[in-house]
Nanobody, 128 residues
Framework: QVQLVESGGGSVQAGGSLRLSCAASGYTYSTYCVAWFRQAPEKEREGVAA????????FYADSVKGRFTISQDNTKNTVYLQMNSLNPEDTAMYYC?????????????????????WGRGTQVTVSS
């Protein structure tokens, strides 16, 4: 059973930065598509960034492109989300998710449907 644990959330002022971590255990397939999602109160869950473990191609939502960077450390089975130039609209619960197989397209990688495994989330709050 894949388990995902997020960390690194917190409260920052607008313009600040945070780095989220997603530590995984229980991987059994050769690779996984791992993504970050976020959900603010009374808003739909939004795919933010994704990448294939062991791969280099990354996928981003337009709302975070140029500000957020997804990366991985395969030795630690950890995926990171570096978030820069944060603004209050980035305030949300951030979730890590994984699905066996590759991330192929932006729509597929940032859609919630393919993901079987989810973490419990880490809260990010950005004040103006």
């Amino acid at each position: 059973q894949v388990q995902l644990v997020e960390s690194g959330g917190g409260s920052v002022q607008a313009g600040g930065s945070l780095r989220l971590s997603c530590a995984a255990s229980g991987y059994t397939y050769s690779t996984y598509c791992v993504a970050w999602f976020r959900q603010a109160p009374e808003k739909e869950r939004e795919g933010v960034a994704a990448m294939t473990l062991g791969g280099s191609k990354t996928f981003y939502a337009d709302s975070v492109k140029g500000r957020f960077t997804i990366s991985q450390d395969n030795t630690k089975n950890t995926v990171y989300l570096q978030m820069n130039s944060l603004n209050p609209e980035d305030t949300a619960m951030y979730y890590c998710a994984a699905a066996a197989g590759w991330c192929w397209t932006t729509n597929q990688a940032l859609g919630a449907g393919p993901y079987d495994f989810w973490g419990r989330g880490t809260q990010v709050t950005v004040s103006s």
